[in-house]
């Protein structure tokens, strides 16, 4: 059952909270080891073999989730929702182990922020992995006296780890595109919408096929990460579709859109990604 936080009175807050983000709830920050919401809000994550792209680069979904942009909101003191993100990519940092997040932030008004942060290796403060910008909103306060939840489970890199689209359940459709079942409290956020995690990750994958329909190898690196939510995904399935055009410098653009079918076809989400040959 999906659940809004925000109509859980001020009392049951904090345990719903732990409730939606716990084992058997939210799994985008738990399942790639990112710790949001706890006593030691880290601001490093591992990169295992599963966030790699068939080139051993980084993909873009793994970056994102690790530094997601709310505009500063957060759930110790909100409930946030996105509204643009852009990701560039300088490093494919293919010999990373970790990364750390650097925050760099911009501005946050009463129901609208901006903000950013630089992603670099935590072996060396020094090597730039990436940079990120984006805009979020303020949809509900959260009561005082924030309570954390439990530290993500270690999940130990390995070569039987599963690509991590199938481990957020996408599928192939009949079609050929990507696409995300019905919504569920393992994709749902705290307001009852498809999370940002499980849509930077189906809207990448549908990237990653068409730019190496487009070039004719999989050999690529993603540069340019754009994705704006435009409306929440409340039912699903929710499927990615789009087109790609590779240019004479070698890089390949592609455009994608995210709808919710069972709600109308409603967009979800619109992104643009840019890939270089790797």
């Known amino acids: 059952m999906v659940e809004d936080i925000r109509n859980v009175s001020a009392e049951e807050y904090w345990d719903k909270l732990r409730e939606m983000m716990g084992a058997d709830g939210l799994m985008t920050y738990r399942y790639l080891g990112r710790k949001v919401n706890t006593l030691d809000d880290s601001d490093t994550m591992r990169i ?3 966030m790699r792209n068939p080139a051993g680069g980084i993909m873009a979904a793994p970056l994102a989730i690790a530094a997601p942009e709310t505009g500063g909101f957060t759930d110790k003191a909100t409930v946030p929702a996105p509204v643009t993100y852009t990701l560039q990519v300088l490093d494919a940092g293919r010999d990373v182990g970790e990364i750390r997040i650097r925050r760099r932030p911009i501005r946050s008004g009463r129901t609208m922020g901006f903000g950013g942060a630089e992603i670099v290796d935590a072996a060396d403060d020094s090597r730039l992995i990436a940079v990120i910008a984006g805009t979020g909103i303020k949809i509900g306060e959260a009561p005082p006296d924030f309570r954390p939840i439990d ?12 690509p991590l689209h199938e481990a957020f359940g996408a599928r192939r ?3 050929g595109h990507w696409e995300l079942p019905e919504l569920d409290a393992k994709l749902a956020s705290t307001s009852a919408s498809l999370h940002l995690g499980p849509i930077h990750v189906v809207m990448e ?3 990653m096929d068409l730019a190496a329909d487009s070039t004719g190898t999989d050999q690529l690196q993603v540069e340019d990460w754009n994705v704006m939510f435009t409306a929440p995904g409340t039912v ?3 499927v990615a579709t789009g087109d ?7 890089r390949t653009v592609c455009r994608i859109t995210l709808q919710d079918t069972g709600n109308r076809d ?3 989400a619109w992104a643009s990604a840019t890939f270089r040959p790797a």
Do not use: Q
């Not at 530290?151 to 599963?162: C, Q, W």
């Not at 790609?244 to 070698?250: D, K, P």
């Open 48 to 50: 295992r073999r599963d």
């Open 151 to 162: 530290d993500p489970p270690d999940i130990p890199d390995s070569p039987s780890l599963p």
């Open 173 to 175: 459709g009949s079609d």
């Open 205 to 207: 994958t549908e990237a």
């Open 236 to 238: 699903g399935p929710f």
């Open 244 to 250: 790609a055009v590779t240019g004479r410098s070698g």
């Open 266 to 268: 409603r967009t979800v």
